[in-house]
């Protein structure tokens, strides 16, 4: 787990710890290193999220509460706008090139039958 106070609380560990899972800690300031998406895709990602939720909020303040629906297609939006050049940047920046590769034409149309 990475740094997060609430991941230290004691209760938290021993409710992993039950599970049967062992726990460990990402040092602290090496998240962007280690956990890699979390920084380069997750990050775009939950901002972009967190526009479509603020934007909702605003606009419907008489009666703001979100459907399953609204999330579904704004995580379709929020996907979209995360660029292949984003995800391909974010493994380059620890060294992997791999991804530049890649068939990227499966991630096109990933959402086409949800709605």
Request: net charge negative; hydrophobic share 40%.
């Amino acid at each position: 787990m990475d740094d997060f106070t609430v991941d230290k609380v004691g209760s938290c560990i021993d409710a992993i710890k039950n599970c049967g899972t062992e726990v460990d800690f990402v040092l602290p300031g090496y998240t962007s290193r280690l956990q890699v998406l979390d920084v380069g895709v997750n990050k775009p990602f939950k901002d972009y999220m967190r526009g479509y939720w603020e934007d909702y909020m605003v606009a419907n303040v008489d009666n703001p509460k979100v459907q399953r629906h609204h999330i579904a297609q704004w995580v379709e939006m929020a996907w979209a706008r995360v660029s292949i050049q984003t995800i391909t940047n974010t493994w380059k920046s620890i060294g992997y090139e791999g991804f530049a590769a890649v068939n990227w034409s499966i991630r096109i149309g990933l959402f086409d039958n949800l709605f």
